[in-house]
């Protein structure tokens, strides 16, 4: 399978290159979102792409938002991504994009953590609380909460940590008006996909959305949803294994990657985790093109 790292349109402007996805401005309108083989882990992006990675993403992004349309809008124009630039340029198109509406994003990407899990649990052993939402004692690695919590973050700018701030902060980024549509609609969507990815045999631990406005002020969802690049899917077949031995289950992503980078050693010192990243072996690069792989086999059959 041949892999796509950086793409290099030359019918359209160049909007934004982030770690994944390939950002083409298509009128004054509209956005060509292409999405790379590219692969991030600790934000920063590996010079190895994960072959049908993109094509991955964005057909599991279609399947949910085929399945989430009517909770709230999405970003998809329903046009093909191919008639927007030319026949040699198709290539580099076809089956990893999406051409949607261009909107005014909010500056807030919604978590939504239905167990307790990454820093989410990090968090809680300090506080017993997570964003400022408290939660009840005695829970361990992988709990299941509760209610699913809503967790907002600060967007960062390129190649810096999100930052996890509390649903009052987020008030004052947006208002409460749209905070509490947000927070009222991230929680309604990953209801619907948990029980959703449930009945396939996968929890979706936690997972993030983004928004944007359109020139009427409606709340649309957009970017990618649900992915294993957004999202900790774990299979359900091993959480009570996993969760009894105060571990997380293997999750369906780049943790494979980020497991090898972390005991790597570079003339005998770990990585840093600044660029640039060491090289990944084929091996790695396999195993976790086969954990996407297996994601979306799972969910969609």
């Not at 692969?39 to 085929?66: C, H, N, Q």
């Not at 992988?142 to 919590?149: D, F, Q």
Request: neutral net charge.
């Amino acid at each position: 399978m041949t892999a796509l790292h950086t793409t290099a349109l030359q019918s359209l402007p160049l909007l934004a290159r982030g770690k994944v996805r390939d950002n083409y401005a298509v009128g004054d309108d509209r956005i060509l979102m292409i999405a790379s083989d590219r692969l991030s882990a600790f934000d920063v992006i590996m010079g190895e792409p994960i072959p049908g990675k993109g094509e991955i993403l964005t057909e599991m992004a279609l399947w949910w938002f085929a399945r989430l349309g009517h909770l709230c809008p999405n970003h998809l124009t329903g046009q093909a991504p191919e008639s927007a630039v030319t026949p040699a340029e198709a290539a580099q198109v076809r089956g990893r994009s999406m051409l949607v509406k261009r909107l005014q994003p909010v500056p807030v990407e919604a978590v939504v953590r239905g167990y307790l899990a990454g820093s989410g649990w990090k968090e809680y052993q300090d506080s017993r609380s997570v964003c400022g939402v408290p939660l009840p004692a005695g829970l361990g690695n992988a709990s299941e909460l509760p209610e699913p919590i809503f967790t907002p973050a600060a967007k960062a700018a390129a190649g810096e940590h999100d930052e996890n701030i509390t649903y009052e902060r987020m008030v004052e980024i947006v208002g409460p008006v749209l905070a509490a549509k947000i927070r009222d609609t991230s929680i309604a969507l990953y209801k619907t996909a948990a029980d959703i990815a449930r009945a396939k045999g996968l929890i979706i631990a936690d997972t993030k959305f983004e928004f944007g406005l359109d020139k009427d002020g409606t709340l649309v969802l957009m970017d990618e949803v649900l992915t294993p690049d957004s999202s900790r899917y774990w299979p359900a077949g091993d959480y009570a294994a996993a969760r009894a031995a105060g571990t997380n289950p293997p999750s369906f992503d780049k943790q494979f990657v980020r497991d090898w980078l972390e005991a790597v050693r570079i003339d005998g010192q770990p990585w840093n985790k600044k660029p640039p990243a060491p090289a990944l072996p084929a091996e790695v690069i396999e195993k976790t093109a086969a954990k996407y792989r297996e994601a979306l086999q799972r969910l969609t059959g």
